[in-house]
Each structure stands twice: as C-alpha cells, then as structure tokens.
C-alpha cells in the first residue's frame, strides 16, 4: 500500500534539500539497512514556537553528532533507512522527510540541512494513535529492506484524538514493529492523562511495544536534544530486552 493521505510531503524545498542523499527510485530493488526508522514528532499546539524550534535543532544535531553516525555505521550493514513524520489530531499527519539512506556523516548532514529547510505546520489535538498508523504506511511504503522496523514516537501529551492508542500500538506490534517513545515532560498538555500519571508512565504503559521497546523522557525540550541522541543510538544499537524508561 503507498503512502497518499493528505499533506504527506511538506514542500518541495525538503524534498529538493534530499537529492545529495541518494534516494532509491521507486521500482529499483529495496536496498538492504540495519533498521527502518520512523521518526513521529508532534506538532500540536501544544508545543509553541520556541519549543518547535528546539525539537527540529534536537533532531538536526543528534543526527549528526558523531556518536550517532559511528552507531550507524557500527551496524552489520552499516546503514539505516530513515523517514521523518509530523502529527497532530486523528486527521493530520505528514511525511516530511521521505526515506532516506544514511550511511556516513555526508548523507546525515544533507539529512540535517532538509529538516532545516522543511516548513512547519502546528495543529490542534494529539493523535498518537494517527501517528503510528501513518507511520505503519510509511513503513510499508520503505523502499528499504530492514534488520527491524521502528517508529519512535515523541510528543508532549497523550492521546486525545482519534482511536484508541493501544489499538493501534497492537496492530504495529502484531505486524513485526517495535515502538518507542520519547515523551517531553513539559506538563502542559495534561488533557485526557489519566489520574496520577506522569506521561512517561503513560507511554510506558498505553504507547511503547515490541521486542527491546523503551522510553527515553526529555525532561524538557532544553534536555530535548541530549534524549533524542540517546534514543537514536539506543534505536541503531538494538539493546535487546524491553526498558521501560532510560
């Protein structure tokens, strides 16, 4: 199944931005990665502009910190597929970055210089439910060959739009997916939380699954960046056995 709901690609200079990286054509015979990484980052209204800004500069610069790219080319193969997604409410998800071979500190730069140039949208609701069903499609869509498959889901609230979260977090897991989460401890998106619980524990207990599954939270988005450097290593490593936080 492809890839076609609604605002999938974000705009034509992020797609531009990518021709250094060598994108496989479609058709051409799926090339062999370590893992098929999903990024899914919330774009709620939640997250103002100053936290926007410190979310995309946490990617852009975890990616191409050299730690990371040694960690990817560590890997049997020596290369990851990635795809970067935003989300919102049930009905707004996007692909921003489409996938994309990293394999050295070149292509995670031009990486990191696409996600610069990417225009941002904020919308309302929180669909981490909307996020990993796209991120399923997207995965689908992979023009890779993958050791594993994983969507690493970050946000700063809990489910409030569209289905139910564990359904969807079932169906990925029942279909060979791991996620993982990176919940952003701002405290200020507390809507449908329940009582007395913090959202890392939320995560833990409605969001994460699959083999080696773990929550890596940002205390806030200053701490942002420092998490989504240890969430990528740990992704592109592949520690085995499920951690609930770390």
Do not use: C
């Amino acid at each position: 199944m492809g890839v076609s709901r609604r605002g999938l690609v974000a705009g034509v200079s992020a797609v531009s931005a990518l021709t250094a990286l060598g994108h496989p054509a479609r058709g051409s015979e799926k090339l062999p990665v370590d893992v098929a990484l999903v990024l899914a980052v919330d774009v709620s209204r939640s997250i103002d502009e100053d936290e926007a800004r410190l979310q995309r500069q946490g990617y852009r610069n975890a990616m191409v910190d050299p730690r990371v790219v040694n960690a990817i080319r560590s890997g049997t193969i020596g290369a990851i597929g990635l795809a970067y997604v935003e989300w919102a409410s049930a009905d707004y998800q996007r692909l921003v970055i489409p996938w994309t071979k990293i394999d050295g500190m070149e292509s995670a730069q031009a990486w990191a210089a696409a996600l610069d140039a990417a225009p941002r949208v904020s919308m309302n609701w929180t669909s981490i439910s909307g996020a990993i069903e796209f991120s399923m499609r997207v995965l689908e869509d992979a023009p890779f060959e993958p050791t594993r498959k994983v969507i690493d889901i970050s946000g700063d609230g809990v489910n409030n739009s569209g289905a139910p979260v564990t359904l969807l977090r079932d169906l990925a897991v029942d279909a060979g997916i791991t996620i993982n989460g990176l919940p952003i401890l701002n405290d200020r998106s507390p809507f449908g939380r329940p009582h007395n619980m913090s959202l890392d524990q939320y995560f833990v207990e409605f969001v994460i699954g699959g083999p080696g599954a773990f929550v890596i939270p940002a205390d806030d988005f200053e701490a942002f960046q420092g998490a989504v450097q240890r969430k990528l290593i740990r992704e592109i490593s592949a520690f085995e056995g499920q951690t609930r936080t770390g």
